[in-house]
């Protein structure tokens, strides 16, 4: 079993900026790729980013690019999402989720295993 667990979520201001953290446990060898979704009230879960461990491959959603950085951290396994230039349309419960055998997707279904999810709020 692999273990994520998501943090750095909070209150900010339109314009402002958060940096979420997620922390890979368990029976993690650094392998596949790791995604962030969001899933707002109401609203179906979408996809934001993804980050493969070993080669460091990227991808965004249109909504979030030139605003939205994924990052990782090999050695301390934690992939970190940094959000600048936030909006009240990026509010939502946050998601790391991970599939040690795919190389990315931007599909839920692409990963098999999830965090508990932190919540952002963007207040305008």
């Known amino acids: 079993q692999v273990q994520l667990v998501e943090s750095g979520g909070g209150l900010v201001q339109a314009g402002g900026s958060l940096r979420l953290s997620c922390a890979a446990s368990?029976?993690?060898?650094?392998?596949?790729?790791v995604g962030w979704f969001r899933q707002a009230p109401g609203k179906e879960r979408e996809f934001v980013s993804f980050?493969?461990?070993?080669?460091?491959?990227?991808a965004y959603a249109d909504s979030v690019k030139g605003r939205f950085t994924i990052s990782r951290d090999n050695a301390k396994n934690m992939v970190y999402l940094q959000m600048n230039s936030l909006k009240p349309e990026d509010t939502a419960v946050y998601y790391c989720?991970?599939?040690?055998?795919?190389?990315?997707?931007?599909?839920?279904?692409?990963?098999?295993?999830w965090g508990q999810g932190t919540q952002v709020t963007v207040s305008s």
């Open positions: 989720a991970t599939n040690p055998r795919t190389y990315g997707g931007t599909y839920s279904s692409n990963y098999n295993y």
């Open positions: 368990g029976r993690f060898f650094g392998t596949g790729a």
């Open positions: 980050i493969t461990w070993r080669g460091g491959s990227t």
